[in-house]
């Protein structure tokens, strides 16, 4: 299971407004920086809907700019609404949600106007709880499609380029450049995997929004079948439910110029793709554990992708090997002691109370997900466990992006968790086993 993310939104909705312009710069301005959040691979910035800001994904996989977890956000105005169905990755079936005209989205320095906004109603559709910080919607196409697009994945920055000249030669000069095709709002790119002792083809979506490395597709007619050496996984949440599948490790996988050895696949099985709409010969995805190896910039109007090495590039690839998936639930409060900062009144003084208690609100974590025969699981982990202990210290004093890079440990270390269950403490240890 990777890192308890979320992978891969490749949601339908109606026929995209391609009168929409996208986002244009304010006066005098050529280049825009905007700091993000990398969290399990994926890329989150802050952008204001109608005057309240909001937390986005970044996501190259999306057409249309979605919205949902908007509960506390009751502030945000919306208009020319109307009601309708949406369906996508996942396997369960269609949900209901709004279409929004006429919005307005800025970020300092750029704004688009007229933006068209789709809206999820179920709450139970909520990104927030699998990354550990609130996040409101996803925006893709939209973000990318007018401007050159930098993304430093090293100095966790975005930077926004107005296509002159002078921006074009600076980047041209610095990135090797990659053809890609944009089709039906999503960018595309050709390479080739290695697998069963066969070099295979492959048109991947490339998917900053996936943050596996690669998914791909079985297709018995393109020889893609999964390796006999696999487990089954949770790969995600999608648009339409939990998305389902296998990982496998492949011999190698190359694009452009670019070669990966040994890359841990995803195959997401036919009932988690069924809503998806495919371009032509299209086999899989490439997805954020590649792509942060790079400096990206996307340069939609020419069809064109610059990449760069940065000093991720010959990192190994890895998943989690304990199979549990974890997830926020909520908030508890924690007494904590603290030393107070005293200076004696007198030579010999001794002061007793050197120390206070305070209470603050830490984050509470829950199992959601147990791989089927992981190590996790023949221990005794169970879904809804609570994690109380890793390893002897509170699971609060903990991100969730920490507590996931320990369960995805490249050694075979000993984990031990303390979970509460019923009511009961339970105390148990597994091993990090590489089964692939």
């Known amino acids: 299971m990777k890192k308890a ?10 026929l995209p407004t391609l009168g929409q312009e996208g986002f244009l710069f304010e006066k005098d301005m050529d280049k825009v920086v905007i700091p993000f959040k990398l969290i399990n691979n994926l890329i989150f910035i802050p952008i204001k809907v109608n ?59 750029l704004k688009s106007t007229n933006h068209l906004l789709y809206i999820v109603l179920d709450q139970n559709f909520n990104l927030s709880s699998h990354v550990g910080i609130p996040v409101n919607g996803i925006i893709g196409y939209n973000f990318l499609k007018n401007n050159l697009i930098e993304i430093n994945y090293e100095k966790k920055r975005v930077t926004v380029y107005k296509d002159i000249d002078k921006n074009r030669k600076k980047i041209e000069k610095k990135f090797q450049i990659v053809s890609i ?8 790119i050709t390479g080739s995997v290695v697998m069963n002792s066969k070099e295979i083809p492959v048109k991947l979506l490339v998917d900053i929004g996936n ?8 297709n018995s007619k393109k020889s893609i079948n ?35 050895d040994n ?62 998936e974890l997830q926020h639930y909520g908030l508890q409060w924690v007494q904590e002691t603290v030393r107070l900062e005293t200076v004696p009144l007198s030579e010999g003084t001794n002061l007793m109370n050197n120390f206070k208690y305070k209470f603050e609100l830490k984050p509470v974590y829950i199992i959601a997900n147990v791989r089927k025969n992981s190590t996790a699981a023949l221990s005794g982990i169970q879904k809804d466990d609570v994690l109380v202990n890793i390893n002897g210290v509170p699971a609060h ?3 969730l992006e920490k507590i996931n890079s320990i369960l995805k440990s490249e050694e075979e270390r000993w984990i031990t ?11 148990i240890k597994f091993q990090l086993l590489n089964v692939l």
């Open 5 to 14: 993310v979320i992978l891969c939104f490749l949601f339908l909705f109606a």
């Open 397 to 399: 004093k903990y991100s």
């Open 181 to 188: 095709t944009v089709e039906r709002l999503k960018p595309y």
């Open 417 to 427: 968790l303390e979970v509460e269950r019923n009511g009961q403490l339970l105390k």
């Open 263 to 324: 890359p841990i696949v995803a195959f997401p099985d036919s009932t988690s793709i069924k809503n998806v709409r495919m371009v032509v010969n299209r086999t899989g995805s490439i997805g954020a554990e590649i792509l942060k190896r790079f400096n990206i910039v996307f340069d939609y109007p020419n069809q064109k992708m610059f990449l760069k090495k940065n000093s991720h590039f010959n990192s190994p690839f890895s998943y989690n090997k304990s199979g549990i």
């Open 51 to 109: 005057g309240i800001e909001l937390n986005f994904l970044l996501d190259s996989g999306v057409e249309e700019t979605l919205l949902f977890s908007m509960d506390d956000k009751k502030e945000v105005s919306f208009f020319n609404v109307e009601k309708i169905t949406l369906r996508g990755l996942g396997s369960e079936t269609s949900i209901e949600g709004l279409k929004s005209k006429n919005n307005t989205l800025e970020i300092p320095g």
């Open 211 to 218: 943050s596996d490395a690669i998914w791909l597709f079985e």
């Open 226 to 260: 999964i390796p006999a050496k696999n487990f089954e996984d949770y790969l995600g949440k999608g648009f339409s439910g939990d998305v389902e599948g296998k990982r496998a490790q492949i011999k190698k996988f190359t694009f452009s110029k670019y070669e990966f």
